[in-house]
Nanobody
């Protein structure tokens, strides 16, 4: 079972930047889609960004041009670079790994991102 540990959240000012990391307990090279979700208080969880096992990326419209998802296969880690942050980005961010072979989904514990002046 893949275990995920997310880190990098915190407080940022509007127009500031943060980078989130999510480290997996085992190799996630090949057959895994990796993604970041977020959930704000009173709102549904939403997909923020995804990088497929083939390396293709996709983003929520609200973060396009500001967020970048990437991965370091050697370190079994997925990153979310967040630039030009807005108060609306405030949420708990959760990483997810989905095995396209075993059709199983794994979640990290979440990390709080707060954007406020």
């Amino acid at each position: 079972q893949v275990q995920l540990v997310a880190s990098g959240g915190g407080l940022a000012q509007p127009r500031g930047s943060l980078i989130l990391s999510c480290a997996a307990s085992e190799s996630i090279f090949g057959g895994y889609d990796m993604s970041w979700y977020r959930q704000a208080p009173g709102k549904q969880r939403e997909l923020v960004a995804i990088i497929t096992s083939a390396g293709n990326t996709n983003y929520a419209n609200s973060v396009k041009g500001r967020f970048t998802i990437s991965r370091d296969v050697a370190k079994n880690t997925v990153f979310l670079q967040m630039n030009n942050l807005k108060p609306g980005d405030t949420a708990v961010y959760l990483c997810n790994v989905f095995s396209t072979v075993h059709l199983r989904s794994y979640w990290g514990q979440g990390t709080q991102v707060t954007v406020s002046s």
